[in-house]
C-alpha cells in the first residue's frame, strides 16, 4: 500500500475509533490531580499488613553476603506448579521491605491479578517503594482501573512500555491503524516477566499474572514454568528494569490520553467498583494470602525444590533492541544462539511455539552437520493444547524440516495430560468447560480474540507455555525466550542460564515428564506407501518451500501414540511402527474438515512466519 493511501486509511480509523489528544497543560493537570490524591501516610498493623518474616526472602541476603568476585553463591527454586509460583509471589511482596519491581506482560484484574495488586498496595502503604511496568497492549488494559491505581499511595508507581497512540487501551480499529502505519512500532512488546523484591530475590520466567498461569482459570490453563533466583545476579535484574524504566517510549499511566481523561473528568481519583472497603476478594484469594503470610510454612513447601549454586547468569534485551546494535550480555537470543551451538551431547527444549527463524534453522543445520552430532528432543504443544492455532499451522508445516534434516525429536503436549504438575478444580456438575478466549497468536489478556480449537471431550484442557532449555546435563535455561522470530526480532526477553549439574538435571527431568507417552504424542515419519514413497516424499519437499502456497496434502509426518504393553522405542528403530499407533496429524482435535482447515492456514500463513 502506498505511504499517502495508508496514511488516509490511518487517519480515518483512528476517527472511527474516537482517538483524542490531550495538551501538555492537561497532562499536568491530571498528573497533578493524580498525585494531589495519593495518600503519604506509611503504617501497618501487626499480624494484619506489616512485613512478614521470610526466610525465603533471607537466602538472598544471605547469597549475597557469601559471594565473593568470580565466586558468585546463588539459590534457585524451580517453579512447575502455578500455585507455588503465585503463592512465592504473594509471599515475597508481602515480605518486602524496601523495594519491589514488577515487570510483566500481561496482567489481568482477575481473581490472581487483584491478589498481586491488593499486596502492591499494601507493601506502599507500609512504605515499600513500589514500581510497576506494564506492557500496554495486555497490561490492566482498563484506563478506570488506571485512573484509581495511580492515585492510589505515593510509594506506588505505574507505567507502561509503548503505549499505543497515547493511550492505556487499544480499541479494536487502533490495533488495524497500529498495523498499517507503525507495523514494526507496534509489535516491539516488552515480553520479560520479573518480580524483584529487596534487590535480593526474584521470580523470572514465563508466567504472567492472570488465573490461567496459576491453575485457576475454569477453561484453559498453562503448563508453564519459573524460576526464583536468590543472589548477586539480582543486580543484573535491577539495571534491566530501571533501563526499561527510564527509556523514553515507556509513559507514567497518568500521561496517557484515556487515562487522563478520567482523572480531569472526576477532578479527583476516582474510585473503581475492584477496590473499596466493602469489596470481598474471593475464598481461594483469602485463603492464599493467609497462607502467603507464613514464611515458615512457604519455606517448608519451597525448600525441597531450592538448590545451591554457584554461577548464575541474566541475559534480558534492552529497550533499545530495535534501535542499535546490542553488545553481548544485552541481546538474549544472541546469547541463546549461543548457548545451543555449545551442545556437544544433548540438548533439551521445550517452547510453546515450535517456529525457528533463519538463523535458528541454520544454527540446528550446523549442529546436524557435526560427525558427533547431538541429540536434539524438543517438547512443544499439539495443535489440540495450543492457545495459538495459526502459530501451530507454521510449525506443521515445516514438520519434514525439523524431523528429516534438523533431527528434532519432537513430542507434543496433549491437552488432557495424564501427569502433570497442574492442580485445576472440576468444570463443573456437567463436566462442561468454559470456552477460553485467547489472542490470535498466542498467550494475552482474557477476551482479547479467539481461543484454543473444540475437542472431543469436555473437561479443564491444558497448553503448554514453558520456555526452557537443557545443555549437554550441565546447564538449565529459564526465561522469556520462545526460541522464535519474534522472541528474536520484536519482543523483548530475558532468561536465566544456571551452570549448574543438579539444577540441569532437575529442569531436565522435568520436561522429559512433559515428553512421556500419558503427557504428550511422538511426531514421526509417516509409514511409507508401498508405492511411489520417493515421489511423494520430493513434491511434499517442493510444496513446504513455496514463499507462498503448500499445497501438497500428504503431509510428511503425524502423531503416534505408544500401544498398551510396549516401551518407548525412538523413531527410525526396528519394531517403532509395531509399537505405535497412528493417530493421526490433529488427535482430539473436534472440527468439521480440520485438515482443510489448518492446511488453508498452512498453504497460505508462510508470510506470518517472521511474526510469529
Known amino acids: 500500500m502506498k505511504r499517502p493511501l ?52 533471607d537466602l538472598g541476603r544471605q547469597a549475597i553476603a557469601q559471594s565473593a568476585p568470580g565466586a558468585p553463591r546463588h539459590h534457585v527454586t524451580l517453579l512447575d506448579r502455578g500455585q507455588d509460583s503465585l503463592l512465592a509471589r504473594v509471599h515475597l511482596i508481602r515480605a518486602a521491605r524496601r523495594s519491589i519491581e514488577l515487570q510483566i506482560f500481561i496482567f489481568d484484574p482477575d481473581d490472581s491479578g487483584l491478589l498481586v495488586l491488593d499486596e502492591l498496595l499494601a507493601a506502599a502503604r507500609r512504605g515499600v517503594k513500589v514500581r510497576v511496568l506494564l506492557d500496554q497492549l495486555y497490561g490492566l488494559p482498563d484506563p478506570n482501573l488506571q485512573a484509581t491505581l495511580v492515585g492510589q499511595h505515593r510509594n506506588f508507581e505505574l507505567r507502561l512500555y509503548n503505549p499505543t497512540f497515547d493511550e492505556a487501551k487499544t480499541q479494536a480499529l487502533q490495533y488495524a491503524a497500529g498495523i498499517l502505519c507503525c507495523f514494526t512500532e507496534f509489535n516491539q512488546r516488552m515480553h520479560t516477566k520479573l518480580l524483584l523484591v529487596d534487590d535480593q530475590v526474584a ?13 485457576w482459570a475454569e477453561g484453559y490453563n498453562y503448563r508453564d514454568r519459573d524460576i526464583i533466583v536468590a543472589g548477586p545476579v539480582a543486580k543484573a535484574m535491577r539495571d534491566n528494569f530501571d533501563a526499561f524504566w527510564d527509556f523514553d517510549r515507556t509513559q507514567p499511566a497518568e500521561r496517557l490520553v484515556d487515562v487522563a481523561q478520567r482523572l480531569l473528568r472526576a477532578g479527583q481519583v476516582p474510585p473503581h467498583k475492584l477496590f473499596g472497603p466493602d469489596v470481598e476478594r474471593s475464598p481461594r484469594s483469602v485463603a492464599m494470602r493467609e497462607e502467603a503470610g507464613d514464611g515458615a510454612a512457604v519455606f517448608a513447601r519451597l525448600q525441597p525444590l531450592t538448590l545451591a549454586v554457584g554461577r ?27 548457548l545451543v551451538a555449545g551442545t556437544r551431547n544433548e540438548l533439551v527444549m521445550q517452547t510453546p511455539y515450535l517456529v525457528l527463524s533463519r538463523p535458528a534453522r541454520q544454527l540446528f543445520r550446523e549442529l546436524r552437520k557435526r560427525p558427533d552430532r547431538p541429540a536434539i528432543l524438543v517438547s512443544t504443544n499439539s495443535l489440540a493444547a495450543t492457545d495459538a492455532f495459526p502459530v501451530y499451522a507454521m510449525s506443521h508445516k515445516y514438520k519434514r524440516l525439523y524431523l528429516r534434516e534438523l533431527g528434532f525429536t519432537i513430542h507434543e503436549y496433549r ?95 522435568s520436561i522429559l515428564r512433559d515428553m512421556q507417552p500419558e503427557n504428550s504424542w511422538l511426531i514421526a515419519a509417516q509409514e511409507k506407501l508401498p508405492v511411489l514413497s520417493g515421489l511423494n516424499y520430493s513434491l511434499g519437499k517442493i510444496s513446504e518451500k513455496l514463499p507462498i502456497f503448500d499445497i501438497w496434502p500428504f503431509p510428511y509426518a503425524t502423531s503416534y501414540e505408544l500401544k498398551p504393553g ?47
Request: with cysteine.
Open 415 to 509: 491437552p488432557y495430560p495424564a501427569n502433570s504438575p497442574i492442580n485445576v478444580a472440576a468444570t463443573g456438575a456437567l463436566g462442561e468447560e468454559r470456552a477460553a478466549r485467547l489472542p490470535l497468536f498466542g498467550s494475552g489478556s482474557s477476551g482479547s480474540a479467539t481461543g484454543p480449537l473444540p475437542l472431543k471431550r469436555a473437561g479443564v484442557r491444558v497448553g503448554l507455555h514453558a520456555k526452557s532449555l537443557v545443555v549437554d546435563g550441565r546447564v538449565g535455561v529459564v526465561g522469556s525466550h520462545n526460541f522464535d522470530p519474534r522472541s528474536d526480532n520484536y519482543n523483548t526477553e530475558s532468561m536465566v542460564v544456571v551452570h549448574d549439574v543438579e539444577f540441569a538435571g532437575a529442569l531436565k527431568a
Open 6 to 57: 495508508r496514511c488516509l486509511l490511518l487517519l480515518v480509523l483512528l476517527a472511527l475509533s474516537g482517538c483524542a489528544t490531550l495538551g501538555e497543560k492537561e497532562r499536568q493537570d491530571a498528573v497533578d490531580i493524580a498525585h494531589g490524591g495519593q495518600s503519604t501516610e506509611v503504617g501497618c498493623t501487626a499480624g494484619v499488613d506489616c512485613a512478614v518474616a521470610s526466610p525465603l526472602l
Open 566 to 612: 510396549c516401551n518407548p522405542i525412538p523413531p527410525g528403530q526396528p519394531g517403532f511402527y509395531e509399537c505405535y499407533q497412528d493417530v493421526g496429524a490433529f488427535p482430539e482435535v473436534d472440527l468439521p474438515l480440520k485438515m482443510l482447515y489448518t492446511r488453508i492456514l498452512t498453504a497460505f500463513g508462510a508470510g506470518l512466519v517472521p511474526i510469529l
Open 203 to 215: 521470580i523470572t520466567g514465563g508466567r504472567n499474572i492472570q488465573d490461567r498461569y496459576f491453575d
Open 312 to 338: 548464575v547468569e541474566f541475559f534480558a534485551d534492552l529497550p533499545e533492541k530495535h534501535e542499535r546494535e546490542l553488545a553481548a550480555g544485552e541481546d538474549a537470543s544472541r546469547e541463546m544462539r549461543d
